[in-house]
């Protein structure tokens, strides 16, 4: 009776276990997430400067950037949203991320300006 109750909770933690291991097997290193996110908001600015593009028979466009995306870095939509969401619940990382991605726009920028 009482190899019951110490089973069952074991059970429970090798379960919750080992979904934690998949999910984190799904989650990009940081500075390949980094990369995702600069083109990701590469596109978002580009379609949000050219709206137009996403209207009439280009409603798809959008989707198609995030393939185009997902295929340059060999990641699917599975491996990039379980990211965000791992990120998101990590604030401290997801700012580490969006600070580089911010430096590398500013010498984007820089460069631009340059030429």
Do not use: W
Not at 41 to 53: F, H, K, M, P
């Amino acid at each position: 009776m009482k190899i019951r109750y110490l089973i069952i909770p074991l059970f429970l933690f090798i379960s919750c276990t080992q979904n934690q291991n998949k999910n984190a097997k799904l989650v990009l290193p940081e500075e390949k997430m980094i990369d995702v996110l600069f083109d990701v908001q590469l596109s978002e600015t580009y379609l949000a400067n050219n709206r137009d593009l996403g209207e009439g028979e280009n409603k798809s466009l959008p989707v198609k950037y995030y393939k185009a995306i997902f295929d340059k870095h060999q990641i699917s939509k599975q491996q990039f949203d379980e990211s965000i969401q791992f990120y998101q619940n990590n604030l401290p990382k997801l700012k580490i991320l969006y600070d580089s991605v911010a430096k590398r726009i500013e010498y984007l920028k820089e460069q631009n300006k340059s030429d």
